[in-house]
């Protein structure tokens, strides 16, 4: 059994305690908290399993890495605190830890991370004999291994466009929602998620992954923006009220050009009420969200996935699948040499010995 670490207990972290239990190569050693309130409580009831673990909750870090854990899934945000989240991750990894991550949205193409990122894990996996993989749903799967995977079942191939396309009413987060989206502000309101080059920092390394898989070469990087305003006030079951007037809905592309062309898309297509830019896709079967695949090509291809968790969230699905990538992955991590892995190097395997088990 390998001796894993959850390191934050809020969307990710709750889904990350419950993978690694149900994981049979896997045992919960340590669950690390930042809130006062969560210290001393146990894992299971943090997690919502409706069961004990025998695992309290603790905020000393120095502990828990002292104990020399084999693995730790880091699933503290790294969104408002990229330097903070980087400095822990490294720590863990010192300490000789395969750490697991959604967290740095710099290093999910490893290769094209910059140095101030990439240089410190290099030193990191050298002093310690840890390694680092960093990956999620969007950016993760549903713009790396899945498009790649569905692109291999055609004759030819002209685009790639990968879509997310939800209702973030019904996302657990309400600062990052309002604050870093910009959902019910004034529409001269400048969101930091929005803002110029950041859509490209967060998703630009997937558009790197893709292409490096398709051996093709990026002429350059662009971005498309489009906001549209809430035409009546509307209330939410989960935030409250959001004003007529205010950013109801986003919509952006990043783009990678090849030949003139966007070739690589990644969009997201996000509202805080389905009345909000009725014209632009939405989910299949009016849900609250979803991921979509969509090969132009001979022959065409389309794929949707769409997931849920958490009394049946798709939010929280959608955090279920990015920790699944992850936590299934710690074991294959064990056994490779130490190091900086990305999306192209780490399989994506069965669920191998767990079937049916609960």
């Known amino acids: 059994m390998i001796p894993t670490v959850v390191w934050g207990t809020g969307n990710v972290g709750r889904a990350a305690v419950r993978a690694v239990d149900a994981h049979p190569e896997l045992t919960l050693a340590a669950v690390l908290v930042h809130d006062p309130a969560k210290v001393g409580r146990d894992a299971g009831e943090l997690a919502g399993l409706g069961q004990q673990l025998g695992v309290a909750a603790t905020d000393d870090v120095d502990a828990v890495l002292a104990a020399r854990p084999r693995a730790v899934v880091y699933a503290a945000s790294g969104d408002l605190r990229p330097d903070e989240a980087l400095a822990d991750v490294v720590r863990a990894v010192r300490a000789g830890a395969v750490v697991v991550t ?5 290093l999910y193409d490893q290769l094209g991370a910059p140095p101030e990122f990439r240089d410190p ?7 310690g004999g840890g390694s680092l993989f960093v990956s999620g749903v969007d950016p993760g799967w549903a713009n790396d291994v899945l498009p790649l995977l569905v692109s291999g079942l055609g004759s030819t191939v002209d685009a ?17 929602v309002r604050h870093l989206i910009g959902m019910g502000h004034p529409m001269e309101y400048e969101p930091p998620m929005l803002a110029p080059s950041v859509p490209t920092m967060v998703w630009g390394g997937q558009l790197r992954l893709m292409a490096r898989a398709l051996d093709v070469q990026l002429d350059e990087i662009r971005e498309a923006l489009e906001r549209r305003a809430l035409d009546e006030a509307v209330r939410t079951r989960t935030m409250g009220e959001f004003a007529a007037g ?17 070739r690589i898309v990644v969009e997201h297509i996000t509202r805080i009420h389905p009345s909000c830019a009725p014209d632009w896709p939405s989910p299949p079967g009016g849900g609250d969200g979803a991921h979509r695949v969509i090969v132009e090509g001979r022959p065409r291809i389309e ?36 190091g900086l892995y990305d999306a192209l190097d780490v399989p994506l395997r069965p669920a191998a010995g767990r079937l049916g088990r609960k």
């Open 160 to 176: 790639i466009r990968c879509q997310e396309i939800f209702d973030y009413s019904t996302y657990d987060q309400e600062d990052s």
């Open 121 to 127: 894990v290099l030193a990191a996996v050298a002093e």
């Open 246 to 262: 205010t950013q109801g809905a986003v919509r952006f592309e990043v783009q990678g050009i090849i030949g003139g062309e966007p």
């Open 102 to 106: 959604p967290a740095l949205y710099a």
């Open 303 to 338: 794929v949707t996935v769409e997931a849920t968790d958490e009394d049946e969230n798709r939010s929280a699905g959608g955090n279920a699948t990015a920790v699944g990538r992850l936590v299934n992955a710690v074991d294959w991590l064990v056994t490779a040499e130490p």
